[in-house]
């Protein structure tokens, strides 16, 4: 539903080259910012260069400036950062690459009072957009469920947008299998199969990340701290995974590789943090990086301490997002 005061606020700006293919993209665009979901800034990109942007920065419900800029300067600051986030994608989709899981098509980066999506859309297209959330008390881990209305309507924009070029959806955040977007069994409750999971590091204490592990839901997960591997378990031996292994990847080379990135997703946190910085208050405390084939979760608990989790899985990915949560609050939360 369109909000008549939001769109008499809207501005917007075209590149200096503009074309009538963006036409049917900025209506698209234009109806996700009236609806009154949190976006205030959204950008489309083709090869990392701005096609038109389009803000609600004058508007009374966009966030205070970082910087107490006014809205000319930071509508300027926004449409640099989304090109920066567009190159930071491209490089996390090389990254990902020897995962074998398809390309990225989602990155969201949350932090404790905002939402930043980056969506592919098709080859070097890329839609960028900003939400206000719900402020969350310091320290507290990121709540995935204050930014859904922001990551269910970003996801349906890439859809759409996929669908004037005649292309299928691919899913981006699972939300077109999620139901009403909560998931269908308690996330932390055992999975009742009999396939034991497989533990690395010390045995974490309580089996709370064991407990997390299903087939239709989180694959693997890892905590870390101070730099180091604490425990991670998974379930990639699971007979329901099967048909995600072949001869050019083995159970034995995800999890390798998901070890390796999980090292990394710290910094790689750290950077998209550093990205942002000019336009978003705080640090990036939840970062997931949705590839065609399931989706990478990264939840910072505390200064040097971070949980990793993955799902293989396409149509249960914003489930397991709801599992890391739940995961994170339990390792975060003191004991009754």
Same mark, same amino acid.
């Given at each position: 539903?369109t909000?008549? #005061? ?11 080259? /503009?074309?009538?293919?963006? +036409?049917k993209?900025?209506n698209l ?14 950008a489309?990109?083709?090869? =990392? ?6 803000d609600? @920065?004058a508007?009374?419900s966009a966030?205070?400036?970082? /910087? ?8 300027n ?7 920066? +986030? ?5 490089? @996390?989709?090389r ?7 398809? !390309? $990225?098509i ?8 905002g +939402? ?12 960028? =957009?900003?939400?206000?959330? &719900? ?10 469920t ?8 970003a996801?349906?924009?890439a859809?759409?947008?996929r ?6 959806s #691919?899913?981006? %955040?699972?939300? $077109?299998? !999620? ?7 308690? &996330?932390?409750?055992?999975? =009742? *199969?009999a ?10 204490p %309580?089996?709370i +990340?064991a407990? !997390? ?20 378990v998974?379930?990639?031996?699971h007979?329901e995974? !099967? ?9 034995? *080379?995800?999890?390798?590789?998901y ?11 750290? #950077?998209?943090s550093? /990205? ?6 705080? *640090?990036?405390?939840?970062l ?5 084939m399931?989706a990478v979760?990264?939840y910072?608990?505390?200064?040097? *301490?971070y ?19 739940t ?7 003191p004991a009754?």
């Amino acid at each position: 539903m369109t909000d008549p #005061q939001l769109l008499d606020a809207v501005v917007e700006e075209s590149a200096e080259q /503009d074309v009538p293919g963006f +036409l049917k993209k900025r209506n698209l665009c234009r109806a996700l910012l009236v609806r009154g979901c949190g976006v205030y800034h959204i950008a489309h990109y083709t090869a =990392g260069v701005l096609d038109f942007a389009l803000d609600l @920065l004058a508007h009374e419900s966009a966030p205070v400036a970082v /910087d107490d800029a006014d809205p000319a300067q930071r509508r300027n600051v926004h449409r640099r950062v989304g090109a920066q +986030l567009v190159y930071r994608a491209n490089e @996390l989709n090389r990254r990902l690459g020897e995962l074998q899981s398809g !390309a $990225l098509i989602r990155t969201v980066a949350q932090t404790r009072a905002g +939402l930043v999506f980056c969506n592919s859309v098709v080859a070097n297209e890329h839609v960028v =957009g900003f939400g206000a959330t &719900p402020p969350a008390a310091p320290g507290a881990v990121a709540d995935p469920t204050t930014a859904n209305e922001i990551d269910r309507a970003a996801a349906g924009l890439a859809t759409d947008l996929r669908r004037l070029v005649r292309q299928r959806s #691919q899913n981006p %955040g699972g939300w $077109l299998t !999620a139901g009403n977007g909560q998931p269908s069994s308690d &996330p932390s409750a055992p999975s =009742g *199969d009999a396939v034991p999971p497989h533990v690395g590091g010390s045995i974490e204490p %309580g089996g709370i +990340l064991a407990a !997390a592990l299903r087939p239709a839901g989180l694959h693997y997960l890892s905590h870390h701290r101070a730099g180091e591997q604490v425990a991670a378990v998974d379930i990639l031996e699971h007979p329901e995974l !099967a048909p995600f292994f072949n001869r050019g990847i083995t159970v034995t *080379d995800r999890r390798s590789r998901y070890q390796r990135l999980a090292a990394d997703l710290s910094l790689l946190a750290l #950077q998209v943090s550093r /990205d942002l910085r000019r336009a978003v208050v705080g *640090d990036v405390a939840r970062l997931v990086l949705d590839v065609e084939m399931g989706a990478v979760y990264y939840y910072r608990l505390a200064p040097d *301490d971070y949980l990793v989790g993955v799902t293989l899985d396409q149509d249960a990915v914003s489930q397991a997002d709801d599992a890391m949560w739940t995961v994170a609050r339990q390792l975060t939360e003191p004991a009754a």
